[in-house]
């Protein structure tokens, strides 16, 4: 079994930085693809960032090409993302995932571990 663990979310003003992590434990496995999604109030869970299971592909959604980066420790089996100039849309619960396969994906269905998500806010 895998449990993934997100950290970093809180409360920041427009134009502000956050970071989260996601640690993996249990039965990882360290060169598997791992993404963040986010699910706003009312809305889908939607797709936000991907990583390949050696860290040399990324992934975005448009929304935030340009602002957030992913990345990956494969020794500590830790994913980050790296948000930058945030905007009140941004504001969701943001979670992270583990595909069981190298290559990412980009749809919630193809993922196979969850964490519990941690909440991201962002006032005007």
């Known amino acids: 079994q895998v449990q993934l663990v997100e950290s970093g979310g809180g409360l920041v003003q427009a134009g502000g930085s956050l970071r989260l992590s996601c640690a993996a434990s249990?039965?990882?496995?360290?060169?598997?693809?791992m993404a963040w999604f986010r699910q706003a109030p009312g809305k889908e869970r939607e797709f936000v960032a991907g990583?390949?299971?050696?860290?040399?592909?990324?992934y975005y959604a448009d929304s935030v090409k340009g602002r957030f980066t992913i990345s990956r420790d494969n020794a500590k089996t830790t994913v980050s993302l790296q948000m930058n100039s945030l905007k009140p849309e941004d504001t969701a619960v943001y979670y992270c995932?583990?595909?069981?396969?190298?290559?990412?994906?980009?749809?919630?269905?193809?993922?196979?571990?969850w964490g519990q998500g941690t909440q991201v806010t962002v006032s005007s």
């Open positions: 249990g039965r990882t496995f360290s060169n598997r693809a």
């Open positions: 990583i390949s299971g050696n860290g040399g592909t990324t």
């Open positions: 995932a583990l595909r069981i396969f190298v290559a990412a994906a980009t749809t919630a269905d193809e993922y196979n571990y």
